[in-house]
């Protein structure tokens, strides 16, 4: 006979061994209308545009690139992801010269894995996130620059899913094959909500195109009472327009 309980996300990081039984346990979700939501995700992202080109004295660009991601906590190997965002830049040349402000609204795909012996668990939860930092920048000739930038940066989980692969040895029927999905964020999964530090540092060329890398640092619980943090590395390209 098999038994099936509801995924415990807190209990899964409190025995991570133990993930091939989580298996049996994930509820049977199917995640509707992805599209609605990707094409409401771009909305967003074209309403900060239009706030940023309104606004004078500001740069504002878009970045694309790839990100790999983890989980502070053991038992979850990282998997590359993507982002990408709409971005501003503002010289503050009242504070001191080659400081300035930067923030942006970003979609992010953030990838984990778990790889037993008999089963497989991974969460693959889309955020939107919203960096507001602040950062330096130095002119080496009118053609090229380096930069750097820091602080916080805010996140919402817009959709995604967490699924279990694996083998289960029923009673009755014997060795089964498992194929189950959830939705990635709830009450027994991720939080919605993350909050965190950033830091980015890289160069520009021709006060056009850039090169950076960064590193984010998740502060809150992203499961309950898990202990476990987010933590996401990205590699980025981007343009001024």
Not at 5 to 23: D, H, R, T, W
Not at 71 to 79: A, C, N, W
Not at 100 to 121: F, I, P, Q, W
Not at 212 to 224: P, Q, R, V
Request: charged letters at 20%.
């Amino acid at each position: 006979m098999s038994l099936y309980y509801p995924l415990s996300a807190c209990n899964l990081f409190k025995s991570i061994e133990v993930c091939q039984v989580y298996i049996l346990c994930l509820y049977q979700y199917k995640i509707k209308n992805n599209m609605k939501k990707i094409l409401v995700l771009f909305a967003l992202l074209m309403t900060g545009v239009m706030g940023i080109h309104a606004q004078e004295g500001l740069k504002w660009g878009a970045m694309a690139g790839m990100n790999s991601s983890k989980f502070s906590t053991d038992g979850f190997d990282s998997k590359v992801g993507f982002h990408v965002s709409i971005k501003a830049e503002k010289d503050l040349p009242q504070i001191a010269q080659g400081v300035l402000s930067r923030h942006g609204c970003t979609a992010v795909l953030k990838r984990y894995t778990n790889n037993g012996n008999d089963a497989s668990l991974k969460f693959n939860p889309y955020y939107l996130e919203i960096p507001i930092h602040m950062g330096y920048k130095y002119a080496i000739n009118d053609n090229f620059a380096i930069f750097g930038n820091f602080g916080p940066y805010f996140a919402v989980g817009l959709f995604g899913k967490m699924k279990a692969t694996g083998y289960l040895i029923d009673e009755v029927e014997g060795l089964t094959s498992i194929h189950d999905s959830a939705k990635v964020f709830g009450s027994n999964a991720m939080k919605r909500f993350d909050f965190g530090l950033g830091l980015k540092a890289g160069v520009e060329f021709f006060q056009k195109y850039q090169v950076s890398i960064g590193y984010d640092w998740g502060l809150l619980d992203n499961i309950e009472d898990s202990g476990n943090k987010n933590r996401n590395l990205m590699l980025s390209v981007g343009y001024f327009f």
